[in-house]
C-alpha cells in the first residue's frame, strides 16, 4: 500500500490484520513483522515479532507510516499465537478440587469481613453488584463500581494464604 495509509480505513486495514508486513516510515525507517492490529483512530500499526520465550511488540505511529507491504500470510500456529499471547491466563491449570477449595477460601474471608457474597455456579456474587470468576484472584473480579471492585479486589489482596480454622471444601 502506497501512502494514504491513514486515508484508508478500518476495512482496508482488516486486509493487513494477521500478515506478516514490512512498514515503511519518515525519515528511512523500516519496520517488520505481524501485523496484529491498526488504531481505528491515530492509524497506528501493531507490529509482533515472536522470539524465544515471547513477544516483542512494536508501534509504529500512524502519521509516519507511508507504506505497508505484505509479505506473507499467517498459517494456523502463527495466527492462534497472535491470537492468544497477549491474553491472560485464565485458571492457571488448576484442578476442580483446588478451584473449588479456593472459592471456598475467597467466600469464608468475605463473609468474614461482613461482605454478603452468594456462590452462583463457579462464580462468587458480591452484593450483587460484583463478580469473582476462577481462580479467585484480584484480577478475576468484575464490576461496574469501581469502589466496590477496587476495595473487593484490597480485600482478596490482604486474606492471608492459610486459614486458621479451614473448612473441608464442599461438593
Same mark, same amino acid.
Given at each position: 500500500?502506497?501512502?494514504?495509509?491513514?486515508?484508508?480505513?478500518?476495512?482496508?486495514?482488516?486486509?493487513?490484520?494477521?500478515? @506478516? /508486513?514490512? &512498514?515503511?516510515?519518515?525519515? %528511512?525507517? +523500516?519496520?517488520?513483522?505481524? *501485523?496484529? $492490529?491498526?488504531?481505528?483512530?491515530?492509524?497506528?500499526?501493531?507490529?509482533?515479532?515472536?522470539?524465544?520465550?515471547?513477544?516483542?511488540?512494536?508501534?509504529?505511529?500512524?502519521?509516519?507510516?507511508? @507504506? /505497508?507491504? &505484505?509479505?506473507?500470510?499467517? %498459517?494456523? +500456529?502463527?495466527?492462534?499465537? *497472535?491470537? $492468544?499471547?497477549?491474553?491472560?491466563?485464565?485458571?492457571?491449570?488448576?484442578?476442580?478440587?483446588?478451584?473449588?477449595?479456593?472459592?471456598?477460601?475467597?467466600?469464608?474471608?468475605?463473609?468474614?469481613?461482613?461482605?454478603? &457474597?452468594?456462590?452462583?455456579?463457579?462464580?462468587?456474587?458480591?452484593?450483587?453488584?460484583?463478580?469473582?470468576?476462577?481462580?479467585?484472584?484480584?484480577?478475576?473480579?468484575?464490576?461496574?463500581?469501581?469502589?466496590?471492585?477496587?476495595?473487593?479486589?484490597?480485600?482478596?489482596?490482604?486474606?492471608?494464604?492459610?486459614?486458621?480454622?479451614?473448612?473441608?471444601?464442599?461438593?
Amino acid at each position: 500500500m502506497q501512502c494514504g495509509w491513514s486515508l484508508l480505513g478500518p476495512l482496508q486495514w482488516l486486509r493487513y490484520i494477521n500478515r @506478516e /508486513v514490512k &512498514v515503511r516510515a519518515g525519515n %528511512d525507517e +523500516e519496520h517488520r513483522g505481524w *501485523l496484529l $492490529t491498526v488504531d481505528p483512530v491515530s492509524a497506528s500499526v501493531v507490529l509482533v515479532n515472536f522470539r524465544k520465550g515471547g513477544a516483542s511488540v512494536q508501534v509504529v505511529m500512524g502519521h509516519a507510516v507511508e @507504506e /505497508v507491504e &505484505v509479505l506473507k500470510e499467517a %498459517d494456523d +500456529e502463527t495466527a492462534e499465537r *497472535l491470537r $492468544t499471547t497477549f491474553l491472560p491466563q485464565r485458571t492457571l491449570s488448576l484442578d476442580p478440587v483446588e478451584l473449588r477449595r479456593r472459592r471456598g477460601a475467597i467466600c469464608k474471608w468475605l463473609q468474614k469481613n461482613r461482605i454478603p &457474597v452468594e456462590e452462583a455456579g463457579e462464580e462468587l456474587r458480591v452484593a450483587g453488584v460484583l463478580i469473582i470468576m476462577a481462580p479467585y484472584r484480584p484480577e478475576d473480579c468484575c464490576s461496574s463500581n469501581q469502589i466496590i471492585l477496587g476495595r473487593i479486589q484490597r480485600l482478596i489482596q490482604i486474606r492471608p494464604e492459610t486459614d486458621p480454622d479451614p473448612d473441608p471444601p464442599r461438593d
